[in-house]
């Protein structure tokens, strides 16, 4: 007879836990509105969480101000500040596309 387990698994190792731990659910909606926010943004852009960041950082801070997940600086969570994402972003918009006098070019032909 073999000593694993169910479906070949070892009986005797314990599993490990996720890095970032498990969090309480939000039983009494303290997060509602901010999720909604996120859940409406989402919708709305085509499931860009590019561009719901903003939300998305609301509804954690939410979360940690009510004890609903451990508090950690937002840049260990991905969140630089807010200031200088937008102006990369912007930075890479203007470099992909071209100049509009080459649009309004094109057009004229």
Do not use: W
């Not at 926010?37 to 852009?45: E, M, Q």
């Amino acid at each position: 007879m073999s000593a694993g387990g169910a479906f070949g698994g070892n009986r005797g190792v314990r599993p490990v836990p996720p890095e970032k731990g498990v969090f309480p659910l939000d039983h009494l909606h303290e997060c509602d509105l901010e999720k909604k926010d996120y859940l409406a943004c989402l919708k709305s852009t085509g499931f860009q969480s590019e561009k719901c960041r903003q939300f998305s950082k609301k509804y954690l801070e939410c979360r940690m101000e009510r004890n609903l997940m451990a508090k950690q600086d937002m840049s260990e969570l991905g969140f630089r500040n807010m200031d200088e994402a937008d102006t990369s972003h912007d930075m890479n918009r203007q470099l992909e596309s071209p100049p509009n006098e080459q649009k309004e070019n094109k057009i004229a032909v």
